[in-house]
């Protein structure tokens, strides 16, 4: 039976350094939902001209790309207009991954959904590991790496499943509060040893 890890944790914890490693050192097929979002709405797309036609062609740029930053002030400011977003995006992520699971022969399968949970995406996995930090450490590196207010940080955050519920429902916790070097530690001895 194929061996599918499902990683996720929240925004920040370090879910990419997580599955860079899986990918480059361990050489496992690793699949990221935020890639296949991206896919979702661009140029040209059915979802893109549903969400252009639902908030305006300001969501748009000259080019025809979405303007993902004027789509994050909508969404995470305003829970409803969020899940009516990921309802259009999600069936196409859920396609996209049952799709490529036909294909791979790989025993062990990684997929990264950060919206794991909130997306209702289990089903796809067989085993869920959460990246874990503290809540200063994850808003310090959103804050370094996208450039966000602290209430930018803040609110996506809050737009997603408290951690804690997330470790609650997890097969591995891997804490990155520590060095990298102890993080990686972690992810080699829950591949041997799960």
Same mark, same amino acid.
């Given at each position: 039976?194929?061996?599918?890890?499902?990683?996720?944790?929240?925004?920040?914890?370090?879910?990419?350094?997580?599955?860079?490693?899986?990918?480059?050192?361990?050489?496992?097929?690793?699949?990221?939902?935020?890639?296949?979002?991206?896919?979702?709405?661009?140029?040209?797309?059915?979802?893109? &001209?549903? #969400?252009?036609?639902?908030?305006? $062609?300001?969501? =748009?740029?000259? /080019?025809?790309?979405?303007? *993902?930053? %004027? +789509?994050?002030?909508?969404?995470?400011?305003?829970?409803?207009?969020?899940?009516?977003?990921?309802?259009?995006?999600?069936?196409?992520?859920?396609?996209?991954?049952?799709?490529?699971?036909?294909?791979?022969?790989?025993?062990?399968?990684?997929?990264?959904?950060?919206?794991?949970?909130?997306?209702?995406?289990?089903?796809?996995? &067989?085993? #869920?590991?959460?990246?874990?930090? $503290?809540?200063? =450490?994850?808003? /310090?590196?959103?804050?370094? *790496?996208? %450039? +966000?207010?602290?209430?930018?940080?803040?609110?996506?955050?809050?737009?997603?499943?408290?951690?804690?519920?997330?470790?609650?429902?997890?097969?591995?916790?891997?804490?990155?509060?520590?060095?990298?070097?102890?993080?990686?530690?972690?992810?080699?001895?829950?591949?041997?040893?799960?």
């Amino acid at each position: 039976m194929k061996r599918i890890i499902g990683l996720t944790g929240g925004i920040g914890t370090g879910k990419t350094t997580v599955s860079n490693y899986l990918e480059h050192h361990h050489k496992l097929p690793v699949l990221d939902a935020d890639i296949y979002a991206r896919e979702a709405v661009k140029q040209g797309s059915a979802i893109l &001209t549903q #969400i252009v036609q639902r908030y305006g $062609s300001d969501l =748009q740029h000259a /080019d025809g790309t979405l303007n *993902r930053k %004027r +789509l994050g002030e909508i969404i995470f400011s305003n829970p409803d207009e969020r899940q009516w977003v990921e309802q259009q995006i999600h069936p196409y992520v859920r396609d996209r991954f049952q799709s490529q699971l036909d294909i791979l022969t790989a025993p062990i399968i990684v997929f990264v959904v950060p919206l794991l949970f909130e997306a209702n995406m289990t089903d796809l996995v &067989t085993e #869920i590991w959460v990246v874990i930090c $503290s809540f200063q =450490q994850q808003l /310090d590196r959103m804050r370094e *790496r996208d %450039r +966000l207010s602290l209430q930018q940080a803040q609110a996506r955050i809050d737009s997603q499943f408290p951690i804690e519920e997330k470790i609650a429902r997890a097969n591995v916790v891997l804490d990155n509060s520590s060095t990298i070097e102890i993080l990686l530690k972690q992810v080699d001895f829950a591949l041997i040893n799960r």
